[in-house]
């Protein structure tokens, strides 16, 4: 049998459709890694996935955080692609991040599971600028 | 392992005589593995010409479904084989989160659109969903995976002895990307085809066609060449083959294929266009031109 690895078809397709979007997106597998964002999340991070590559949770947080309102780290199992993930529910959250450049962004995100036949192959994560109101509670 | 198309044109019969030489039935295509043991791949309406080519013995025999569209499935009611009570079929293909593989099949194969009912079929016949991981037919491994096509559609690998045959009839894989520059990994079906003895691929559009048809799931030329420059077959044969395009259509597809091909650096002659009736021995180091035999 052939050596070559193969990500599942919907994270695939789920990449393409990110690699439209002009909303930060994010892509993470059945593991947790984050395996792909897009170049509206890259302007955001302010650094292209091309240059970050596949990352794991430990790195990412301290790349970017997310950091809640009192600018403390948020732990990685709350944070909703993460429960997304493992609990195959969506999930919604405001906080900061940190781009590259030390700017922090308060965003509000949803994410969504992508569960198939065959069970949960990731999950997909949409950044949208937080809304002046706020959103803490939720 | 011993291939012979039995239908190489995708989306509907078109039969007549601007057809004749590359063929008018649809999906099928018959795999025989090295102990003599025969797969069907898909069901389309050439394999009404595979079942009358079989001895009426008893027999035992799988087809491979990569999705349920209908020029894959339409020639199940006319397989001679579905009404020997001595035959025994077990029918692949992919699961749906909507509906068993018995079910979806039983849509086609009940009123009005079927005299029969699957109930009614005299063979033993069963349904399998694909499993996850590589499985054994005979002295085969085979493998399926998801590709980029309209619903639930596998592609399959085949595996006998230092033989591989890819199967990817219906595939879209640069829908929203570009294959050229995408990691491996990221390409839909890659798994399947890389380094196969023969890709058998998609090949439904020419590259002036595909504009109109994104999203259709199917590939263009560019597209199907570029799969496998980077999937590296030994050798590719260009299938599903759009009804509207005539044996002089292909023919001048058939030549632009080739010339690309050994242009980017590909062998000359390993790739081809699937012809009904054609037969290939995956044995066989010489490159003879497939034709109908």
């Known amino acids: 049998m052939q050596n070559a690895s193969q990500k599942p078809l919907e994270l695939i397709l789920a990449r393409n459709l990110m690699s439209a979007l002009s909303t930060p997106a994010f892509l993470v597998d059945e593991g947790g890694l984050l395996v792909f964002y897009n170049e509206a999340a890259g302007m955001l991070l302010g650094r292209r996935f091309e240059e970050l590559g596949t990352v794991g949770p430990e790195e990412w947080g301290a790349m970017f955080g997310p950091f809640d309102g009192e600018g403390e780290p948020i732990p990685y199992d709350e944070l909703p692609l993460v429960v997304a993930v493992r609990n195959g529910r969506p999930a919604h959250a405001d906080f900061e991040i940190r781009s590259a450049d030390g700017t922090r962004h308060r965003v509000e995100v949803s994410a969504l599971p992508i569960l198939t036949t065959h069970g949960s192959q990731g999950a997909i994560a949409v950044f949208w600028p937080a809304s002046t109101q706020g959103t803490e509670g939720r | ?293």
């Not at chain 2, 009426?56 to 397989?79: C, K, M, N, S, Y």
């Not at chain 2, 033993?124 to 559609?153: K, L, M, Q």
């Not at chain 2, 199967?167 to 640069?174: N, S, V």
């Open chain 2, 1 to 293: 392992m011993k291939i012979k198309f039995w239908g190489t044109r995708g989306s509907v019969p078109s039969p007549g005589p601007e057809t004749i030489r590359y063929g008018g039935n649809t999906s099928c295509v018959g795999v025989t593995l090295s102990d003599g043991s025969l797969l069907a791949l898909d069901a389309g309406t050439g394999i009404r010409n595979l079942g009358l080519a079989l001895p009426a013995e008893p027999t035992r025999l799988h087809i491979l479904l990569t999705h349920l569209h209908l020029d894959h499935i339409q020639g199940l009611v006319f397989f001679a084989p579905v009404f020997r009570a001595q035959t025994e079929i077990v029918i692949w293909g992919p699961a749906s989160p909507e509906a068993s593989l018995r079910e979806r099949i039983a849509r086609y194969i009940s009123a009005p659109l079927s005299p029969v009912e699957v109930r009614e079929l005299p063979c033993d016949v069963s349904f399998r969903h694909t499993p996850e991981t590589e499985w054994e037919i005979g002295p085969a491994r085979i493998r399926a995976a998801s590709v980029a096509h309209r619903g639930p559609t596998l592609g399959y690998r085949i595996d006998d002895g230092d033989l591989s045959l890819a199967y990817i009839p219906d595939h879209e894989p640069a829908l929203g990307a570009d294959i050229e520059e995408l990691e491996e990994d990221w390409i839909s079906g890659f798994a399947l085809a890389s380094d196969a003895s023969l890709l058998i691929h998609d090949g439904q559009y020419a590259d002036a066609e595909y504009p109109n048809h994104i999203g259709w799931g199917h590939s263009s030329l560019s597209h199907s060449l570029a799969f496998a420059h980077r999937t590296g077959p030994e050798r590719t044969v260009l299938f599903h083959h759009d009804p509207l395009h005539s044996d002089e259509r292909l023919d001048a597809l058939g030549v632009e294929a080739r010339e690309r091909w050994t242009a980017a650096g590909g062998a000359p002659g390993a790739i081809e266009l699937g012809v009904e009736g054609g037969e290939l021995d995956l044995r066989t180091p010489a490159r003879r031109p497939l034709e109908a035999i």
